[in-house]
């Protein structure tokens, strides 16, 4: 009997084995039809005009990947809780357009690679919540060497007739919005309710990870400041090695070497920009 109950355990892990192999087949199996599919897909796409045949073939794979599209896509929208707000205003008729200029990283701290800490994608975070806001035009003045480029290319005659860029035709901004992250810490504190068996109570170990920014919005005929916010915000990291801390689940910030920092000064970052852009949207500029 006592020979049967130690073969028991053995049984049930190669049982378990046996499952997470087959899970693991089934999902290598699923990926290589797509594989397949799209391998099959680019067989039948040719420079030649494709035969009816092959043209009905080509929209039934097209219209059987597109069915699959929530198996194959992997990515996630990059939202915050912040976002909500944005998506809570209602879109207005008639919409103020706004140039987006830098907005400068003033805190001075760099790696010891020499680049900064602090996101250098405030620009185009802040585009994408004044997007989401459905609030504004929004009129990328960050990228205007790309569009100068373009423009050039056309002005002199090396795009083809009637291709866009037209030269003379950017949009002019009323308002411009610009401004600077003017200060970033990742700190370890210690208090809270640590265990403690003896006394009463224990204190424990955690990190705040903060930052703050300042933004400003300029009437673009007259240069007046017209509307200004300076927010900062904090999330705080749960320790999980000697100096490691978890920050919203996958974000571990090694405070000994800096690795990771950035990645989760840039979550508060977005979050901050978001809530800026709500804020101006509900200031009732137009």
């Known amino acids: 009997m006592r020979k049967y109950i130690k073969v028991i355990p053995v049984i049930i892990l ?17 990926a290589e039809i797509d594989e397949e599919r799209i391998e099959e897909l680019k ?12 043209g009905e073939r080509l929209a ?3 219209e059987e990947i597109k069915g699959e599209k929530d198996k194959i896509k992997s990515a996630d929208l990059n939202v915050n809780a912040s976002t909500q707000l944005l998506a809570s205003l209602d879109e207005p008729e008639e919409k103020p357009a706004i140039a987006v ?7 001075g701290e760099v790696t010891e690679t020499g680049s900064y800490v602090v996101s ?10 004044l997007k989401r806001s459905r609030q504004f035009d929004v009129l990328d003045r960050v990228s205007d060497d790309n569009i100068m480029q373009e423009q050039d290319l056309q ?37 809270g309710t640590g265990i403690s068996i003896a006394g009463l109570g224990g204190s424990k170990e955690y990190a705040v990870a903060s930052t703050a920014i300042d933004l400003r919005l300029i009437d673009a005929s007259s240069g007046e400041v017209v509307w200004t916010r300076s927010l900062r ?6 320790r999980v090695g000697v100096e490691a801390f978890s920050f919203m689940g996958d974000n571990i910030v090694e405070l000994e070497t800096g690795q990771g920092e950035q990645e989760v000064i840039n979550l508060v970052l977005r979050t901050l920009l978001e809530e800026a852009v709500f804020e101006l949207a509900e200031s009732g500029i137009n």
Do not use: H
């Open 14 to 30: 190669c049982l378990i084995f046996a499952l997470t192999f087959a899970a693991s087949a089934q999902e290598a199996e699923e």
């Open 43 to 54: 067989e039948e796409v040719s420079e030649d005009e494709p035969s009816c045949e092959e």
């Open 60 to 62: 039934e794979l097209q």
């Open 101 to 107: 200029l830098e907005i400068a990283d003033d805190t």
């Open 120 to 129: 250098q994608g405030a620009e185009d975070m802040l585009i994408t919540a």
């Open 155 to 191: 002005e002199n005659n090396l795009l083809a007739a009637g291709e866009p860029p037209q030269v003379g035709e950017l949009l002019g901004a009323d308002y411009i919005i610009t401004g600077s992250v003017t200060d970033y810490q990742v700190d370890k504190k210690s208090g």
């Open 233 to 238: 915000d904090e999330i705080e990291g749960e």
